[in-house]
T-cell receptor
Framework: GEDVEQSLFLSVREGDSSVINCTYT??????LYWYKQEPGAGLQLLTY?????DMKQDQRLTVLLNKKDKHLSLRIADTQTGDSAIYFC????????????FGQGTELSVKP | EAQVTQNPRYLITVTGKKLTVTCSQN?????MSWYRQDPGLGLRQIYY???????DKGDVPEGYKVSRKEKRNFPLILESPSPNQTSLYFC????????????FGSGTRLTVV
């Protein structure tokens, strides 16, 4: 079935790198996504990766995709207190009518 | 600015009183959908629409209705709200199903008492 798993919490010091990990079960998705949710706010698309790519870099963000292990990660370089939020990975398996399957979300806490 | 606009942001209502949450996008997207977010249950899809006049059920459609009479609008209708529909609701749109650009609205926090 469709399932996306993430660890629930991550705490880092300001200036360090953060790595948020995600595993998924359905490998039919064309794209995989990372969303950010700040308290009281909506879901902001941070970045996405095409399923035939291994890596995508976008300023401080690096996405790594290991299709063999069905593992997706998001690295945030030079993490700032403003990066504190909940991060969701998501996929859209084929045959689901475009439904986004989300992980439970990883709460990132950045300490000064 | 390209965006998905939901209204209202906050709503407290009583059981059984019909309500509509509006959703509008200005990106000419074909695909729109509704999700609800609940603690411990995550985000679950309620309904989706692949284009005008085409709607289909998601994972948790019971108690909800939708319509897609125009491309830009996709309202969520609760004919007889119940307390178990207290939740945070999000509307999303994308150029087409499964594409790279799912944009979410800011959310509607609904409380049914």
């Amino acid at each position: 079935g469709e399932d996306v798993e993430q660890s629930l919490f991550l705490s880092v010091r300001e200036g360090d790198s953060s790595v948020i990990n995600c595993t998924y079960t359905d490998s039919s998705s064309t794209y995989l996504y990372w969303y950010k949710q700040e308290p009281g706010a909506g879901l902001q698309l941070l970045t996405y990766i095409f399923s035939n790519m291994d890596m995508k870099q976008d300023q401080r963000l690096t996405v790594l995709l290991n299709k063999k292990d069905k593992h997706l990660s998001l690295r945030i370089a030079d993490t700032q207190t403003g990066d504190s939020a909940i991060y969701f990975c998501a996929e859209t398996p084929s045959g689901t009518g475009g439904k986004l399957i989300f992980g439970q979300g990883t709460e990132l806490s950045v300490k000064p | 600015e390209a965006q998905v606009t939901q209204n209202p942001r906050y709503l407290i209502t009583v059981t059984g009183k019909k309500l509509t949450v509006t959703c509008s996008q200005n990106m000419n997207h074909e695909y729109m959908s509704w999700y609800r977010q609940d603690p411990g249950l995550g985000l679950r899809q309620i309904y989706y629409s692949m284009n005008v006049e085409v709607t289909d059920k998601g994972d948790v459609p019971e108690g909800y209705k939708v319509s897609r009479k125009e491309k830009r609008n996709f309202p969520l209708i609760l004919e007889s709200p119940s307390p178990n529909q207290t939740s945070l609701y999000f509307c999303a749109s994308s150029p087409r199903q499964g594409s790279y650009g799912y944009t979410f609205g800011s959310g509607t926090r609904l409380t049914v008492v």
